[in-house]
């Protein structure tokens, strides 16, 4: 039995070895690809980009004529205002290697910028639709949730109150879509988005 034991744990230690150098190898191949992938990312000229796919703000279909006084709101719809003037553009699931080798070193600064007004938007438009919904603006709290999925937001909290307040509605087609959509993502959240959409609403299955 002794044998037996020390025999077990030898074959254990060897596996255990044998897992931590692969692993070990396997990191150091990646960082090595990252590494080149870098280098040959930073040698790219700066490319045009006036004909991304920008996104403009339909300020005028929102619903800024609701619950104007209140705080979190007026704030929010400040926010949005000022973003309607700046550039936009949803980056996510993109590394600033991945825009570097697309698009320039040169231009890896703005973009950053335009991804940021983006993380901003999608944020706002959520923390103004909460307020609505809290007060009982189902409809008019859908019209700015349904803008940020338009765009391809990642917000979970914007997919899973949008499919809510569907739920409500009886528009079944319309979760269908949202599970679509979720699932379109590039981002990792998209996955878990899907998988919850598809716990809650299960007779909305794709």
Not at 28 to 35: C, H, L, T, V
Request: glycine share 6%; with cysteine.
């Amino acid at each position: 039995m002794t044998l037996f034991l020390f025999a077990s744990t030898i074959i254990a230690a060897i596996i255990i070895s044998s897992n931590i150098r692969r692993q070990k190898k396997n990191r150091e191949q990646s960082d090595k690809n990252f590494w080149a992938r870098e280098l040959r990312a930073n040698s790219v000229r700066r490319k045009p980009i006036d004909g991304l796919g920008y996104i403009k703000i339909p300020l005028e279909d929102f619903p800024t004529h609701i619950l104007q006084q209140d705080p979190v709101i007026s704030e929010c719809i400040s926010v949005i205002e000022d973003l309607t003037s700046q550039k936009i553009l949803n980056l996510t699931g993109f590394s600033n290697t991945d825009l570097k080798l697309e698009y320039g070193t040169a231009n890896i600064t703005a973009l950053s910028e335009y991804d940021q007004n983006y993380t901003i938007l999608v944020r706002t438009l959520q923390k103004w639709a909460d307020v609505l919904l809290e007060a009982g603006y189902e409809k008019e709290a859908s019209v700015l949730m349904e803008f940020a999925i338009s765009t391809g937001t990642d917000v979970s909290g914007t997919y899973y109150k949008l499919a809510e307040y569907y739920a409500s509605q009886g528009e079944r087609e319309q979760i269908r879509r949202l599970k679509g959509l979720a699932g379109a993502l590039r981002s990792s959240s998209g996955g878990m988005i899907l998988r919850r959409l598809n716990r809650d609403y299960p007779d909305s299955d794709l």
